[in-house]
């Protein structure tokens, strides 16, 4: 619909950029920028071709920029439920991709909370005071669904006095008050799995997904959905690593059979190690359950017809086997606030972490994946006093005490893994030629 064009012969002396007229096609819209301001006439361009957009949706009429300059930039007229719905369809994922599914319908939901008391109201005509009354009502959706629904109405108000494209329809944010986040979650408080209760849950679920378990607490902390996508193609047996490529998706609408989708985020596309310990787990696993084609799932569903297995499903049979386990307290997500927590324990740093789990924010990491170990803690509370109190009886003595305790530890952990390495010699000698190729050689 429109164009930006160089003129002048040699050296560009002027941007011209122009679009045809939506009040009559035979007529064009123009304007001209000098030669050093190229970016500033694309601007221009993307926000003329917003307002044509908003014209021919019959949201808003167009008018000509020269009128513009003589009228008030306000259109009195827009409804808070119009330039919501537009606001909604302009929403693009980081890298400007739509939206996904399952974002679209927890936006709607956030916007279900507020919507009612605006709708109705032209936008331009929303003041501090009639925010401030939304605010201090009732809200009986939960603490944590006022916090959303806030972030969003923020987010839109904002864009309607400082919009990407376009002319203002309020002169400032009228959402002043403060966005404070609920309580934290008791989740935050919970002690990370220990190896019998992940011996005991791992026990409890079917078989044909018990290796999800060990996949989330293991390796890469995989969230439900982006196990359910794993294809036998992202295990590489030879180098030790799983690619996390995609998650589960139910289409633009979040509705119909699960599909392979994009990654919640773009750094949730990642390659993680994988245990050597783990390695013959996962090729029983495939032997068992897997057809031998590279784009084949890993985890099949019974009775999709995509073959793509729901979180939902995965969700409900690790419900039951937590409860079976002892831990009834825990969620799939806790393999993964578990696998953060423990990598650092063992020596792993943040930034490690950070990539183990897919997140670029320090505070995420932290504040919601990584649990406090009291024993450890209270560890790491007495080696630092002996950096710097003075070094009394009592004091060594304890500090023996520990240093021993950790070398039967160490000694324990030696004993375990010598008798696995044992019982796997035993094991391969004895189905050496059932063992899958990349395993064997």
Not at 110 to 129: E, N, Q, R
Not at 156 to 181: C, H, K, M, W
Not at 220 to 231: N, P
Not at 334 to 357: F, N, V, Y
């Amino acid at each position: 619909m429109s164009s930006l064009k160089k003129v002048g012969s040699g050296r560009v002396t002027v941007w011209l950029g122009g679009y045809p007229n939506p009040l009559d096609h035979g007529r064009r819209v123009g304007r001209q920028f000098g030669p050093e301001y190229r970016t500033e006439a694309h601007a221009w361009l993307e926000q003329e071709h917003y307002l044509v957009v908003l014209h021919k949706k019959g949201i808003r009429d167009w008018q000509h920029p020269r009128e513009r300059n003589t009228k008030p930039a306000e259109d009195k007229g827009i409804l808070f439920e119009d330039y919501l719905r537009e606001w909604l369809s302009h929403r693009k994922r980081n890298g400007n991709s739509d939206l996904r599914g399952s974002t679209k319908r927890n936006l709607k939901a956030d916007i279900s909370h507020f919507l009612p008391y605006f709708k109705g109201k032209p936008v331009a005509g929303i003041t501090t005071a009639e925010v401030r009354a939304w605010y201090e009502a009732d809200h009986s959706e939960g603490p944590w669904a006022f916090y959303g629904a806030c972030q969003v109405l923020h987010s839109v108000l904002q864009e309607a006095s400082n919009p990407t494209y376009g002319p203002p329809l309020l002169d400032s944010n009228p959402f002043v008050l403060p966005i404070r986040e609920p309580a934290p979650s008791k989740r935050r408080e919970q002690e990370p799995i220990t190896r019998e209760q992940a011996g005991r849950l791992a026990r409890a679920m079917p078989a044909r997904t018990r290796l999800s378990i060990w996949l989330g607490l293991l390796v890469g902390g995989l969230r439900t959905g982006e196990v359910c996508t794993l294809q036998i193609r992202d295990i590489d047996l030879d180098h030790r690593l799983l690619h996390a490529r995609h998650s589960v998706c139910r289409g633009p609408d979040d509705v119909g059979p699960c599909r392979l989708g994009s990654t919640k985020t773009l750094p949730s596309m990642r390659i993680v190690p994988i245990p050597s310990g783990h390695i013959q787990a996962i090729c029983d696993h495939i032997d068992r359950y897997c057809v031998d084609e590279p784009e084949a799932m890993l985890f099949p569903a019974v009775r999709s017809t995509s073959g793509v297995m729901s979180p939902t499903t995965l969700g409900q049979q690790s419900r039951k086997a937590r409860v079976k386990a002892g831990r009834p307290d825990i969620t799939f997500h806790s393999l993964r606030a578990t696998h953060a927590t423990m990598l650092m324990i063992e020596g792993g740093t943040l930034r490690e972490a950070m990539d183990e789990l897919g997140h670029t924010s320090e505070k995420i990491a932290v504040r919601h994946y990584q649990r406090i170990v009291p024993k450890h803690r209270i560890q790491v509370v007495e080696n630092l006093s002996y950096a710097y109190l003075p070094v009394s009886d009592t004091s060594l003595t304890s500090q023996i005490e520990q240093l021993r305790e950790q070398r039967d530890r160490l000694d324990q952990k030696i004993l375990e893994l010598e008798q696995i390495q044992t019982m796997q010699r035993e094991e391969a000698i004895k189905t050496r030629g059932r063992l899958p190729r990349t395993l064997a050689t």
